[in-house]
């Protein structure tokens, strides 16, 4: 995305510089003056894994290893995503853990959302937090102003329907699927074979049970969380997209911090991460027990490879575009080779 500045709109910023001092657009700290406290927001509920593990074990041993003071804001405390994700680039919140809204201010890093780039949580996980993952950070995010210290997952997306159990491409004949209004995703469904609606999510449940719609595609936590397995029946991990979840730091203000405070937040960061993967991961195999066992869910595991067959050309196409990112995500699909 490209943002332009009229005539107009230049000379009131450069009046606006002259009048107000730059703190003014500051955490309150003049950048001289050393960072006392982080600010980290985020959109998960308090009893989410990733909560926790920011209180327990990220604030935890940054506070008791420095002189820094934590402060964790779930559920949205601090605004949408899009109000914190903006806090994070304009300095007013330290740090955040945020999902890929950073591709507003630089469309090649939608490129981590298209289908099977990630073939499963481990290698999304493996790659984006390994030296591949730097360099995306580093030639993405960093010129933007925004340090990436870590990276998980909640989940991949899986394919859920109340016809039949979905197998292969050739299952989707006949069945509608609700989407979101996304070009992206509205394209994966089209070419798994799906006849596509598009609704909003608070239509779901009732357009399920009326028949309106037959499927839907969210990470089984998601669903399962909705109630949405009320009213469906079959589940397939086809994993067609890994949603990423970033956990990020304005980057002055990380520069502002001591060599050793730095070390201590990306070690409390790494930390963090690993064990909210874990748990996701954990708490994802509970649940598909459960609607196993107490709903009666039929859960399968398909082969993937004729599903990214068909999705493959979406990539090809994002490469073509923007061919700065060619070889990044070529080395993250050779990486995924040995994941299958």
């Not at 933007?144 to 998980?152: A, E, N, R, W």
């Not at 039949?164 to 992206?184: A, K």
């Not at 990380?254 to 748990?279: I, P, Y």
Request: hydrophobic share 40%; no cysteine; charged share 20%.
């Amino acid at each position: 995305m490209k943002f332009r500045l009229g005539i107009k709109a230049i000379g009131l910023v450069a009046l606006i510089t002259v009048l107000v001092p730059v703190t003014v657009f500051s955490t309150g700290q003049t950048e001289t003056e050393p960072v006392t406290t982080l600010k980290v927001a985020h959109y998960f509920g308090a009893d989410h894994p990733l909560n926790i593990n920011l209180e327990e074990v990220f604030k935890s041993t940054v506070e008791s290893e420095t002189d820094l003071t934590v402060e964790i804001y779930p559920a949205n405390q601090l605004g949408a995503e899009s109000e914190f994700t903006e806090g994070v680039m304009i300095g007013n919140v330290e740090m955040a853990v945020t999902g890929n809204m950073w591709e507003m201010y630089d469309e090649r890093i939608s490129f981590v959302q298209l289908p099977y780039i990630f073939v499963n949580m481990d290698h999304a996980y493996d790659v984006m937090n390994g030296p591949v993952g730097r360099k995306v950070y580093d030639e993405l995010f960093k010129p933007i102003g925004i340090d990436v210290l870590g990276y998980f997952s909640q989940g991949g997306r899986a394919l859920s329907n109340n016809v039949r159990p979905i197998n292969s491409p050739e299952d989707t004949t006949g069945i509608t699927m609700r989407t979101w209004q996304g070009t992206t995703i509205i394209e994966i469904m089209e070419r798994f074979g799906f006849d596509v609606t598009v609704m909003s999510m608070n239509e779901l449940f009732t357009a399920l049970q009326m028949g309106v719609v037959d499927a839907q595609d969210n990470p089984v936590s998601a669903t399962y969380h909705q109630g949405w397995f009320e009213v469906l029946d079959y589940v397939s991990m086809t994993n067609h997209i890994i949603a990423p979840n970033y956990f990020v730091a304005n980057s002055e203000i990380m520069g502002r911090l001591s060599d050793e405070e730095r070390e201590v937040v990306q070690r409390a960061v790494t930390r963090t991460m690993e064990k909210t993967f874990n748990d996701v991961r954990e708490a994802e195999q509970e649940i598909v027990d459960l609607i196993q066992s107490e709903m009666g869910v039929e859960v399968s595991y398909p082969d993937i490879v004729p599903f990214m067959e068909l999705v493959l050309p979406m990539i090809d196409a994002f490469k073509e575009e923007f061919p700065d990112v060619r070889e990044l995500i070529d080395e993250i699909q050779q990486v995924g080779e040995g994941y299958l």
